[in-house]
């Protein structure tokens, strides 16, 4: 039901062939994630060799999978493309608007109620495309993704930055921003920055307490949450092919805490063993067909330091477990100096609260893993301090854990089993008294732990560990406690010791699950009704942005000249507003509203050159819009840097500001501003942002010889009668150009359908 082995085996009858062309031109041996790319390279970027780090690359992705806060806009756009079905094959995951607060079964009810409409909307949207649906219960996105779609050697494009969950069965997946995910589903390529290599060789075997997530917590305290930006992770080596499936996906998982794009292992015996143990031995059997495309060419392997941009050596029989944190991923502590590091830097010792599961930590060997601790607990008459919460990640995994007794043991342990669902990992957590705001410790098998993500008390001192370490100090109830060391009293007064935790990497009665959450999309979807209310205020359909009108635009207003830092979040912001990402006029209100005015240096304030008066960004901008008068706004450097998200570039153009003129653009808010039909323009010389006064009224120039490579002309009046004529820089192609043309990219592609 849920894999599409027509088009593995597509992917899998071109691999040789372009893995081969992609030798010829590289000229040289390949690691495996240059394989992949290459594999996965658009018609119009296939036979060239690409610059690492620097080259621009067309590719085009096998999959798309969505999680449902992302999920709304990107598939409000797609309707727009004209298109009756996806291009390919996707998925929409509702995992993240469960909020955790009792246990699974009543959390669970009261998300159905809340959510109800969002729900509606994707489950009927999902149908009428040929989109499958993972309801809300179903699992989080990366364990359902893993279980389910990953293969080997494919290249899957996800809304949500743990995507990368994936590479732990050789996929290149990747995080992306809804408008990508629109893309790839209408059709189009999806470009991306020919990423760095950094290769990880991992010797020796884990043991004892050692488990997959301390592999990720040391590269996490090596490479910084810098460390991997523009960077894919490789893993290689004989302790590579020594580690679960499973645990595998949670080192690429948590890859995202280091800023890498993804991370990728090769295909093995274990990934083998993975696919055959959730039900795809065919793929497994097809993988097995390519393996030697499936994997790094053995002379990459035996010289990393020459095919890597850097190389990172980590030996699995001497590593310890580690336990990261507070408050950033990459403050890594070796379980033998924890204890004094908390100590030291005054960190609350008690512990409150231990939380496993989540995307990252949730397969059946992390849950055994912990399980046998748990029993240990009970057999040795412990009783645990601290509160203990268990987030299966999916409901194949929990219905099998169930089954096998592990869920049981956890309860007797006084453990409380939540939604198969994001919860407290994304701040989905009532968590009772943290509006107090005290200073406390909770440790969790997590991936992200800055402050306030799990509860929103920003003294809330969140480390993050293995689901093994996270349960021995929830016993014990203590962040000193060092299990392979310390003795716990039990109550009867005896000093116990716990013993290394066992588990299994996959059940020996196989998975099972009596209802998985799935709903298959329609055959034929051309009758089925998208449900949208008109009257809800989180969900709007979208209307086609206008086509350009033919001719030079004059007379627009400056709306704000935004001085210093203007990233995506100033411009639209997320916290409360995330509520309204599905609802394109409401989430308009927060447009540009973090931005400082250069003129009055204050934030949601500028002049409304109409009345003269100062009022909020949004509110201006709308007063502009219903007298028909179009704006502009001027940026500073690096305009539109932070998250890929769309609304950023949709707001101003929904709300009918024409052109955004900065010193200069981080490049993927500019492409989405081309995407929406704007003018995304920089200075030819950035001191020309000086020029630019509070009341100007501005023409700009060309448009009707809009060509690559050639400038438009701004003309800016001043209030007192002077001019300036700015010389404005751009980056579109052609393709872009018929873009703007058209009013936005997804016009274009349905005028073409
Ligand atoms: S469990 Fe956490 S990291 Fe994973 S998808 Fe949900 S919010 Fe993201």
Same mark, same amino acid.
């Given at each position: ?43 119009? =970027? ?153 290769? &990880? ?13 301390? &592999? ?181 995994? *929990? ?53 306030? *993500? ?126 309204? *990402? ?44 219903? =007298? ?24 101003? *153009? ?100």
């Amino acid at each position: 039901m849920a894999f599409d082995i027509e088009m593995i085996k597509e992917v899998y009858a071109q691999i040789p062939s372009r893995i081969e062309a992609a030798r010829k031109v590289v000229g040289k041996p390949l690691t495996l994630t240059e394989k992949i790319l290459y594999a996965h390279l658009s018609e119009g =970027a296939a036979g060239q060799a690409f610059k690492r780090g620097t080259s621009y690359v067309d590719f085009q992705p096998d999959r798309v999978a969505m999680q449902d806060a992302t999920a709304q806009m990107a598939l409000l756009q797609f309707m727009q493309a004209g298109r009756s079905q996806v291009a390919v094959p996707s998925t929409v995951h509702c995992d993240h608007l469960i909020q955790a607060e009792i246990g699974a079964d009543k959390d669970l009810s009261k998300a159905k109620d809340k959510n109800k409409e969002v729900y509606d909307f994707l489950a009927s949207v999902s149908n009428k495309y040929g989109i499958g649906f993972w309801k809300p219960g179903a699992g989080i996105i990366h364990q359902v993704v893993l279980e389910n779609y990953a293969f080997p050697g494919g290249m899957m494009i996800g809304t949500d930055s743990h995507t990368p969950n994936a590479g732990g069965l050789g996929m290149i997946a990747i995080g992306v921003g809804g408008a990508d995910a629109c893309d790839v589903m209408a059709g189009l390529p999806w470009e991306l920055k020919f990423p760095k290599l950094i290769g &990880v060789k991992l010797t020796g075997k884990l043991s004892g307490w050692t488990a997959a997530k301390d &592999v990720i917590l040391k590269v996490a305290g090596i490479l910084t949450v810098k460390g991997g930006t523009g960077a894919i992770v490789e893993y290689f080596g004989e302790g590579a092919r020594s580690l679960s499936a499973t645990g595998k996906g949670t080192i690429c998982n948590m890859g995202a805490e280091i800023g890498a794009t993804t991370s990728i292992f090769g295909y093995d015996e274990k990934s083998a063993a993975y696919l055959s143990g959730t039900g795809r031995s065919d793929i497994a059997a097809l993988a097995n067909g390519i393996a030697e495309h499936l994997t790094g060419d053995s002379e990459v392997y035996a010289n990393p330091e020459q095919y890597f941009d850097q190389v990172i050596e980590i030996n699995l029989s001497e590593l310890e477990p580690h336990v990261n944190g507070p408050f950033t991923p990459d403050l890594a502590w070796p379980i033998s100096k924890f204890a004094a590091a908390v100590r030291e830097n005054g960190w609350p010792a008690k512990l409150d609260v231990g939380l496993i599961g989540s995307c990252t930590n949730s397969s059946y060997e992390d849950i055994s893993r912990a399980a046998s601790l748990a029993q240990q607990a009970v057999d040795k008459k412990l009783v645990a301090k601290s509160e203990y919460t268990i987030t299966p990640g999916s409901e194949q995994v *929990r219905f099998t854990v169930a089954r096998d007794g592990f869920l049981d043991t956890f309860d007797k342990m006084g453990g409380v089993v939540l939604a198969n669902a994001c919860g407290p990992c994304i701040g989905q957590w009532a968590r009772h008294g943290a509006e107090k705001q005290e200073k406390n410790s909770i440790i969790t098998s997590f991936n992200r732990n800055f402050a306030k *993500r799990a509860d929103g008390n920003p003294n809330t001192h969140a480390f993050v560990a293995s689901p093994e370490i996270v349960t021995a100090l929830a016993i014990a109830g203590d962040l000193t406690f060092n299990p392979l060391t310390d003795t716990l009293t039990n109550s009867e007064g005896n000093q116990v010791r716990l013993d290394e935790p066992r588990g299994l990497e996959l059940p020996t009665k196989g998975f099972a699950v009596e209802d998985a959450g799935y709903q298959a999309p329609a055959a034929d979807g051309s009758t089925v009704q998208v449900l949208v209310s008109p009257t809800s205020d989180r969900l709007q359909l979208l209307d086609s942005f206008a086509a350009w009108e033919g001719v030079d635009l004059t007379g627009l207003k400056l709306l704000i000249k935004a001085k210093g830092k203007c990233t995506t979040d100033h411009i639209s912001m997320a916290g409360p507003w995330l509520k309204y *990402r599905g609802h394109l006029d409401n989430i308009s209100n927060n447009m540009l509203i973090g931005a400082v005015n250069a003129f009055n240096e204050a934030t949601n304030s500028v002049k409304n050159q109409l009345t003269g008066a100062y009022g909020e960004v949004p509110a201006t901008q709308r007063a502009y819009k219903a =007298a028909g008068i179009g704006s502009i706004v001027v940026g500073d450097e690096n305009y539109g840097e932070g998250s890929s998200r769309e609304h950023a570039a949709m707001e101003p *153009r929904f709300l009918g500001v024409r052109a955004i003129l900065v010193k200069s653009f981080a490049r993927i808010h500019e492409t989405n501003l081309k995407k929406q039909g704007m003018l995304a323009l920089t200075f030819a010389n950035p001191a020309d942002y000086d020029l630019i006064q509070e009341n100007d009224v501005i023409d700009i120039k060309g448009l009707t010889t809009f060509a690559p490579g050639k400038a438009l002309e701004v003309v800016f009046h001043h209030a007192d009668g002077t001019s300036h004529t700015v010389v404005a820089n751009h980056t579109y192609n052609q393709g872009q150009i018929e873009w703007f043309k058209a009013g936005s990219a997804l016009n274009l592609i349905k005028a073409k359908a």
